[in-house]
């Protein structure tokens, strides 16, 4: 969330940045916002007038009183009272303004930096890097969801009669090949230096908020509505929220964490979207990652959580390539974007497998996360994440890529996790 002072001291700046990401009637709603912090701050004003006023003529009854002037006392008297009567008024309006104004504020996309490409959708995306090894598959080569059916590693039909449509149930190797995976990543994040969290996977609505998946991905998240819980799109919700009205000590930061949680998406509307086999779930396993930092460190945060995503790719011999995300097409939080997509051969296409985001202070500013300076300063932190990595895609390329005649190789990198070579 953007902060009222970002927005009434830089308008024009916030305005063009939010014309970057394409956000609808920005001018309007910056408009409102700062309409309705006029309106709380005049009737601040106002009421604080009549508090000193109230104060004052308090003190003056007891004194007019003593000098025997009883009239001029009663006149005081039913001053104060209406001053009071008024004051009720006035602190209602105030309170009205202040959440008028905090709900638009909610409704407000961060801004994105300058280095963030103009564009309205994925053609404006642009290809940073691409790496990994060309894959040659046999002519007869197989989608995963047909190579899971025919070496019983992923049970699509199981999963629909026991929930239903997007909840697979993992089998035999395939669930091997899954844990193996989440222990492989959250290996080579502890050798980063990330500590390991095992959160809860619902979450109640102030964190929700405090992340920015309220009101923005409302519909798109599982609710329990009996205990007005939900549950978690991805750990960076819980794990971020573990810094909810915190202020930290600059030596502290930067704070590195990494947990491996299920996530649950609704993903309405995106039906007949590639939701074949493992490319759209409703329930998929993840290893998260989320740093908290300082303001000027943040960008090294960055490049030091996209080198370490690069390099699981590497080690999994996947093809990938990365994308800087344009303004239309990066999340409602972030203000910088990096996808990573690894190319499924059998399907000839490419996949997300992560995004890694700079959220600058959009989230701490709602989370109230601050760091105490060495100047004894209080100040925003800065908030990162990233997947590192999503399974389902993951496991799609691999089962795509690595087929063979003989069955499918695991990378070598999985070997010891897997404890088998190939799946046959």
């Known amino acids: ?4 002072k970002q927005i009434t001291e830089n308008t024009e700046a916030v305005l063009r940045g939010l014309g970057k990401k394409h956000f609808k009637n920005a001018k309007e709603t910056i408009d409102q916002v700062i309409a309705f912090n006029d309106k709380r701050r005049n009737t601040q004003n106002q009421l604080d007038k009549n508090l000193a006023e109230v ?3 308090s003190r003056t009854i007891g004194q007019l009183m003593k000098e025997g002037r009883k009239e001029e006392a009663e006149t005081a008297r039913a001053r104060v009272a209406e001053l009071k009567d008024i004051n009720k008024e006035l602190d209602a309006t105030m309170t009205e303004a202040a959440t008028d104004m905090q709900n638009l504020l909610y409704t407000i996309p961060n801004i994105p930096y300058d280095s963030v490409p103009e564009g309205v959708g994925a053609e404006d995306n642009v290809v940073e890097k691409m790496g990994g090894m060309e894959t040659e598959l046999p002519k007869d080569a197989l989608p995963h969801w047909e190579l899971a059916k025919k070496y019983d590693l992923i049970d699509f039909d ?3 009669k026991i929930t239903g449509a997007g909840f697979p149930v993992y089998k035999g190797k395939g669930a091997q090949l899954q844990r193996a995976l989440i222990n492989f ?8 230096g990330y500590t390991e969290i095992m959160p809860p996977t619902v979450v109640n609505a102030a964190s929700g908020y405090g992340t920015g998946q309220l009101p923005d991905k409302e519909g798109q998240m599982y609710h329990c509505e009996v205990d007005d819980l939900y549950l978690i799109p991805t750990a960076e919700v819980p794990v971020t929220n573990i810094y909810r009205d915190v202020i930290l000590e600059e030596k502290q930061l930067p704070i590195m964490n990494c947990a491996y949680t299920q996530c649950f998406r609704r ?6 979207k590639d939701v074949r086999g493992l490319n759209r779930l409703h329930e998929f396993s993840k290893v998260e990652l989320v740093r908290i930092d300082k303001p000027e460190h943040s960008k090294q945060s960055h490049q030091e959580m996209l080198d370490h995503v690069e390099g699981l790719l590497q080690k999994l011999e996947l093809p990938y390539r990365i994308l800087r995300l344009c303004g239309g097409d990066m999340s409602f939080t972030a203000a910088l974007c990096f996808d990573f997509e690894v ?3 059998a399907q ?3 996949l997300e497998v992560s995004s890694v985001s700079n959220f600058d202070t959009y989230q701490a500013n709602r989370l109230k996360c601050r760091y105490r300076s060495a100047e004894k300063k ?3 932190c800065h908030t990162l994440n990233g997947s590192a990595l999503a399974l389902p895609r993951i496991v799609a390329a691999l089962l795509e890529n690595n087929q063979t005649p003989e069955g499918i190789k695991i990378p070598k990198a999985l070997v010891p996790y897997c404890g088998f070579d190939i799946i046959d």
């Open 1 to 4: 969330m953007l902060t009222i």
């Open 55 to 57: 104060n004052s003529l």
């Open 158 to 160: 199981l999963g629909v």
């Open 185 to 192: 990543f959250l290996d080579e994040a502890r050798k980063s």
């Open 267 to 272: 993903e309405a509307g995106s039906y007949g």
């Open 343 to 345: 190319y499924s051969e």
């Open 348 to 350: 000839k296409r490419w």
């Open 378 to 380: 209080t100040e925003l």
